[in-house]
């Protein structure tokens, strides 16, 4: 994909995400994805490590594989929700499938990234979270 294009997909102030991943080569493939973007990615290999780095950094977006060595993203998704602004979180899978889209947004989740990774959908789908999130802080100051 031409820079140009890409840049122009992209919010223009930095974005923070989490990828929880116990796979190093999910956060190398995501690292070398938001290398050509103004967006900051934070790493968690664990559950633990997720709520921790959420509980002190505000944390928009959150890339989390389905299943975890302590948890699943249901656990990240529980975790995160008792935050006052709690981020979005996107499911990640080798087998995103309907079903697990459904349980996904049924449950509360934003979305579903299918593996492997595809920049151009990874950009997308982040910032359309980023920009929702955003979205519903300005609501909120709002009410």
Same mark, same amino acid.
């Given at each position: 994909?031409?820079? /140009?294009?890409?840049?122009? #997909? !992209?919010?223009?102030? =930095?974005?923070?995400?989490?990828?929880?991943? =116990?796979?190093?080569? +999910?956060?190398?493939? !995501?690292?070398?994805?938001?290398?050509?973007?103004?967006?900051?990615?934070?790493?968690?290999?664990?559950?633990?490590?997720?709520? +921790? $780095? !959420?509980?002190?950094? /505000?944390?928009?977006?959150?890339?989390?594989?389905?299943? !975890?060595?302590?948890?699943?993203?249901?656990? &990240?998704?529980?975790?995160?929700?008792?935050?006052?602004?709690?981020?979005?979180?996107?499911?990640?899978?080798?087998?995103?499938?309907?079903? $697990?889209?459904?349980? &996904?947004? /049924?449950?509360?989740?934003? +979305?579903?990234?299918?593996?492997?990774? &595809?920049? #151009?959908?990874?950009?997308?789908?982040?910032? $359309?979270?980023?920009?929702?999130?955003? +979205?519903?802080?300005?609501?909120?100051?709002? #009410?």
């Amino acid at each position: 994909m031409p820079p /140009n294009i890409l840049e122009s #997909a !992209l919010p223009p102030m =930095p974005v923070q995400v989490l990828a929880v991943s =116990p796979e190093d080569g +999910d956060h190398e493939i !995501l690292r070398a994805i938001f290398g050509h973007s103004n967006w900051t990615l934070h790493s968690a290999s664990t559950l633990a490590e997720a709520i +921790d $780095l !959420l509980r002190f950094n /505000n944390i928009p977006v959150v890339i989390c594989e389905r299943d !975890l060595p302590d948890g699943t993203w249901k656990d &990240v998704l529980a975790g995160a929700g008792s935050f006052a602004r709690p981020p979005h979180i996107l499911v990640t899978s080798r087998l995103a499938d309907d079903r $697990l889209w459904a349980e &996904v947004l /049924n449950i509360g989740g934003y +979305d579903v990234l299918a593996k492997p990774f &595809v920049p #151009a959908e990874v950009f997308r789908t982040i910032s $359309l979270a980023w920009l929702n999130w955003k +979205d519903m802080k300005g609501t909120a100051a709002a #009410a």
